[in-house]
Nanobody
Framework: QVQLVESGGGLVQAGGSLNLSCAVS????????MSWFRQAPGKEREFVAA????????KYSDSVKGRFTISKDNTKSMVYLKMDVLKPEDTAVYLC???????????????????????WGQGTQVTVSS
């Protein structure tokens, strides 16, 4: 059974930092493409960051580029999202997702699409106060 469990969310002031973690079981994440998405109340699920299994780097949404960093530890089966210079508009539930998207070209094209992922965690709430 595949399980993804996020942690590390909380309340932080604007300009502050948070480190999110996602513990994955039932999958070998060295073979997986991992991503973080977020969803605010009344809004669609939004891509945040992705890291591919081909170690070809990471990709980020324009809204978080330069402030957030995605990483993973295959030996611990963990995925992380380091969030710096947080803004009130970053307030949302943050979810990690995993699946195998195919080759590097497909990852590049589909990693930011939530429909690409079958496995999701329940999410962790991040609230940024102004």
């Amino acid at each position: 059974q595949v399980q993804l469990v996020e942690s590390g969310g909380g309340l932080v002031q604007a300009g502050g930092s948070l480190n999110l973690s996602c513990a994955v079981s039932g999958r070998t994440i060295s073979r997986d493409d991992m991503s973080w998405f977020r969803q605010a109340p009344g809004k669609e699920r939004e891509f945040v960051a992705a890291i591919g299994r081909f170690a070809s780097g990471a990709k980020y949404s324009d809204s978080v580029k330069g402030r957030f960093t995605i990483s993973k530890d295959n030996t611990k089966s963990m995925v992380y999202l380091k969030m710096d210079v947080l803004k009130p508009e970053d307030t949302a539930v943050y979810l990690c997702a995993t699946d195998r998207l195919g080759n590097a070209e497909r990852w590049s094209q589909y990693a930011s699409d939530p429909r690409s992922y079958m496995y999701w965690g329940q999410g962790t709430q991040v609230t940024v106060s102004s």
